[in-house]
């Protein structure tokens, strides 16, 4: 940017908006004076006692300098002293024998006034300098207690400018380095809400590296250093725009005071912190303001590791979490399947949700779909082990109890403590009949012909690797032609603040229109339920039954 200051007041960024300093000298400087000429005009003349009317008056300068500053103490302890002379002495008394004694209170109060003022002014200079230091380092604590626990990249720089606006910066955006150089921009926070929304449209105009070689937050991401802009002019506004769009918005937001800082992470420079005061607010950045400002974007950087480093692992989960997953189905006849998983968002670790398809026999199939309790590795291993030993044991064609209970009994003989809850089922598709067995997981719901739902009444059962001696007890329902069993896992139905019961009512009003495509009606019904990145993992699991036996040779 052209014609800028780079002599900024020293005004405290914090300090909320306040008089201009020439009022505050006139208003303390006039208090002050008032004072000491109601104390003058208001001492009885027969009063020969000089040290009331003396504190009084230094009073009067401690009033001034609170509210003026020290240049208003300067001013009032000149009146003082001149009240204090016409008081005690009289023109036609200057040269009495008490001029002695007389002089000494007038130097005293001198004295005294000229050391409360110098002492005042440092004390409200330390506690200036205080109060800085600790609305700095509250904005620290206040970025740290924010990222932390958010692993979404743009969520977390999103919250650390919604920690610098208003308390540090009146306006902030974040310009990140593309692989190729370019800039891909945030508009993260601004001090007025609807400034804010209109605001956001900067996102369409980043810096361009290859045009915009003055632009600020081009030269602090290939230097690394930070650059303090005090002043700016239309004329830079101008020059350092896209579009007439651009130009408006910039126009509108008057930012009188930037600060620009690179965001590194590992030594290395990721992107561009703007943060600017604007106008209306009255406030400017020091060069007392640059550490902040610096560690602001040292912790961006962080965020910024912490969430990549989160994301690949994450995506290293999802990755080994599907290939778990079955790929293809067995064909029987008369039975076509749908399933759909889907890992929790960005903000979250990757759960243990997963569901099995067990070939049996010819008219056979079992079903399974369950929940490892934990996040991340933990649950992914619980999930796998349980998986395969329940294919192993399905595999066999034992019934649904049984398969649960040696399944819980192999946990404890391998020392597995993450527990799990599971619904298995079979169904033979002849006699069309679904018979089931639940470990502590979320009901079945049928569908008929007609779009009607119910919940399957099954006991629920106790949790796998909860209690080493657990059995489990099945339930046969009947599966008419053209019926779907629908099986799921909470994340599809679990709301905070919410019943399971309310989920579990939104789901079944869901169902009522399927997609003859199983496969498209689990992705709708996923996507209506909890959109593309849900809050939990979420794993589906449909089967529908047409009632055609299988052909006999």
């Known amino acids: 940017m052209d014609r800028l200051s780079l002599h900024p007041p020293e005004r405290s960024p914090w300090d909320p908006r306040q008089p201009h300093p020439r009022r505050r000298f006139a208003f303390g400087t006039l208090v002050g004076l008032g004072a000491v000429a109601a104390i003058a005009l208001g001492i009885p003349e027969t009063t020969s006692q000089p040290s009331i009317p003396a504190g009084l008056m230094l009073l009067a300068v401690v009033l001034a300098v609170i509210v003026g500053g020290a240049a208003s103490g300067w001013i009032v302890l000149a009146g003082s002293l001149g009240a204090f002379l016409y008081v005690f002495e009289a023109p036609h008394e200057m040269f009495s024998r008490h001029r002695f004694v007389d002089w000494a209170a007038i130097g005293t109060i001198a004295a005294v006034g000229a050391v409360l003022i110098v002492a005042m002014t440092a004390l409200r200079r330390n506690a200036r300098v205080a109060r800085l230091e600790r609305a700095r380092l509250g904005v620290l604590l206040d970025v740290s207690s924010r990222f932390d626990a958010n692993l979404d990249p743009d969520a977390a720089l999103r919250e650390i400018a919604a920690s610098a606006v208003p308390s540090f910066a009146d306006h902030c955006v974040i310009d990140l380095l593309n692989d190729d150089g370019s800039f891909r921009r945030i508009v993260a926070a601004d001090l007025d809400p609807s400034t804010g929304r209109f605001a956001a449209n900067l996102e369409r105009y980043p810096p361009r590296a290859d045009q915009d070689q003055q632009h600020p937050a081009v030269q602090v991401a290939r230097t690394g250093e930070p650059v303090l802009v005090t002043a700016v002019e239309d004329s830079a506004r101008i020059a350092n725009t896209q579009a007439g769009e651009h130009l408006e918005i910039v126009r509108m937001l008057n930012r009188q005071s930037l600060l620009f800082v690179p965001i590194r992470a590992n030594r290395r420079v990721l992107g561009t912190l703007t943060l600017a005061h604007r106008q209306v607010s009255g406030r400017r950045f020091t060069k007392h303001d640059i550490p902040v400002g610096v560690e602001l974007g040292i912790r961006a950087g962080s965020a910024l590791q912490n969430a990549f480093t989160h994301g690949r692992l994450r995506d290293a989960f999802v990755e080994v979490q599907r290939q778990l997953l079955p790929r293809r189905f067995p064909l029987i006849e008369g039975v076509q399947l749908g399933t759909r998983y889907v890992p929790a968002g960005a903000a979250s670790e990757v759960g243990g949700d997963w569901y099995a398809i067990a070939p049996i026999s010819d008219d056979r199939i079992g079903l399974a779909i369950g929940d490892a309790v934990g996040k991340g590795a933990t649950a992914t291993a619980a999930m796998a082990r349980a998986r395969f030993a329940l294919l192993a044991f399905g595999h066999r064609g034992a019934e649904p109890a049984e398969v649960l209970a040696e399944l819980n009994s192999l946990l404890f003989k391998i020392r597995a403590t993450d527990m799990l809850t599971v619904v298995y089922g079979i169904l033979d ?36 690797a909860v209690l080493p001696d657990a059995q489990y007890d099945q339930e046969d329902h009947d599966v008419p032609p053209g019926s779907e069993i629908i099986l799921y896992t909470d994340g599809l139905v679990e709301r905070r603040g919410e019943t399971l019961d309310v989920g579990i009512d939104r789901l079944r009003a869901r169902v009522r229109e399927l997609d003859p495509d199983l496969d498209r009606a689990c992705a709708a019904i996923t996507e209506d339920l909890v959109g593309d990145v849900p ?10 039954l047409s009632g055609r036996r299988p052909a006999l040779d």
């Open 535 to 544: 809050a939990d993992d979420v794993a589906l699991l449909i089967a529908h």
């Open 429 to 464: 598709v002849p006699r069309g009949r679904w018979t089931e067995a639940r470990a502590g997981h979320l009901p079945t719901l049928l569908r008929d012909p007609d779009g009607e739902t119910q919940v399957l009444d099954s006991k629920p059962g106790v949790p796998l």
